[in-house]
Nanobody, 125 residues
Framework: QLQLVESGGALVQPGGSLRLSCAASGFTLDNYAIGWFRQAPGKEREGVSCISSSGYSTNYAASVKGRFTISRDNAKNTVYLQMNSLKPEDTAVYYC??????????????????WGQGTQVTVSS
């Protein structure tokens, strides 16, 4: 069974940090660009970050640039999202998704073939 599983979500105070993980089972991530998305209550799902299959190319939404870092360890079949200087507006369910391409080019959800179930991140004092 092809599956992505996110972990690492938690309740954290403003200014704090979290590292999210996205682990694949049933397939290898080597040939896939991986994106992180988030969805806050009452809002549309938005793309946060993406990393190419090689790891050499990354991009970030303007709202998280300079605070979030995406990385991958293909040997562990896992992608990470390091989130620093968290703000209350970062509160959302975070999803990882595998794109049907080795390259990142936008965040159209239909371009992503496999999705995880999501992990909740809450930033609050």
């Amino acid at each position: 069974q092809l599956q992505l599983v996110e972990s690492g979500g938690a309740l954290v105070q403003p200014g704090g940090s979290l590292r999210l993980s996205c682990a694949a089972s049933g397939f290898t991530l080597d040939n896939y660009a991986i994106g992180w998305f988030r969805q806050a209550p009452g809002k549309e799902r938005e793309g946060v970050s993406c990393i190419s299959s090689s790891g050499y190319s990354t991009n970030y939404a303007a709202s998280v640039k300079g605070r979030f870092t995406i990385s991958r360890d293909n040997a562990k079949n896992t992608v990470y999202l390091q989130m620093n200087s968290l703000k209350p507006e970062d509160t959302a369910v975070y999803y990882c998704a595998a794109k049907g391409s080795p390259y990142c080019s936008g965040y159209r959800p239909n371009d992503y073939n496999y999705w995880g179930q999501g992990t909740q991140v809450t930033v609050s004092s």
